[in-house]
């Protein structure tokens, strides 16, 4: 026997029994945007490889080493060939579509939300996948139209934490030992800010590095700032040492950051200041966020980051168009809600599966289509019905049905002739003949 083709690594399939949670939280994400006043966007998955380098910087690890990027073969022989990629990540591409589209010409504020896969490729481990899914959304218009305003921060923030709430994610405190989310935020200050303060970082890391682990050597020398969000335990006495970019903002930045934390303050919306908070990207100006949470994601404890971009659209070409988002890690939000499941399922049993409406089961080929075809007027009154095993056999048929179904549905040569099916309700144990054309309204009492 040939050998069996598995996933690739660091990919999934998702099953129904998964997908049904993935449909809940993509449901209560789109409710939640439209409130306030988002509409989808959908954009490709491959994207010009230029894009990212571009966009997200070169030097990011992103855009250095975790892209999927080929070049694609010319399609004439005078033409060079493209260097596609599979998008790292959602707000390069959402920025060139604003600009593609002209929608800057438009004066108004776009709010767009996406949901979709994304590619990096990274170390696979629990919570970090090559192909994994974001939920994601970005504001971004001219700054006429108040892109730039810290209500649009605050907003953006606030909306997160109204989406967590109404999923059933704890707010992390003190009586849950501060389990649950928690949102960590920074300003990274505007584009003038950042050099002076990457220069000061350098020159403190000049003397030091030496001292350092092999990639914060590196980092040191490629890109600073990402010496701060290093994990490394013995480099974070010289990383606590290091200038703080607070001291680096200029007046404008601090109090667009002030009036970010006051607007959350007035909005009951709690967080925690992290001036080490950078975030991988180099699009990112002034505010950077991450909301992190204590529940079972091991190390890959960040379940979603964003920030400003107010320089984005320019570094693409395009118009000068301020912005900010967010993208939620999908998956990481599900393995959230699966672990607090488990945790209520240990405290209050676990829940009895759904179950669908009926389950019909034809006694012999001669009622397959009878069968289908009054499925199909009990699924156009908005049943779950599912048609029964093909065995025939009446004791197969009943225990099936009862796994899955809170009625079966039985379909004789009797009952066709007749137009009355054997309904028996398993809750209830109770059995009895009902007319085809009442059968939707007493399988749905
Ligand atoms: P990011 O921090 O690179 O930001 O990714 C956002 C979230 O995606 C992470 O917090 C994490 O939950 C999830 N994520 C990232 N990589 C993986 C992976 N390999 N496996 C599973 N989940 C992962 C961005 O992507 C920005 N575009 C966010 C943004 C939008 N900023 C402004 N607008």
Redesign the pocket.
Known sequence: MAQIIKAIRGTRDLLPAETALWNRVERTAREVFARYNFGEIRTPVLEATELFARGVGEETD?VSKEMFTWEDRARAASEKPQSLTLRP???AGVVRAYIEHKLHDTGQLQKLYYIGPQF?R?RPQK????Q?F?I?A?VIGPASSGSESPLRDAEVLEMLAALLDKLGIPRASAANEYKGWRLLLNSVGSSTDRPRYVAALREALAPVKDRMCPDNQRRADTNPLRVLDSKDEADQAIIDALPRIADYLDDASKQHFADVLATLDACGVPYTVNPRLV???DYYTRTTF?FTVDLGLGTQN??????R?DGLSEMLGGPRAPG??????E??LILTLLALAEAKAADEGEPAPAKIDAYIAPLSPAQNAAALALARILRGAGLQVEVGDGTFRLKKSFDAADRVARHIVILGEDEVTQQQATVKAFASGEQRKVEFHTLASTLRA
């Open positions: 992103i990540e959602n707000t990096r990274e919570g970090r996948y090559r994994f974001q994601g970005e975030r991988g990207l991450e960040a379940l979603l980051g964003g920030g971009y900010i988002g967010f993208a939620i890690g998956d990481r």
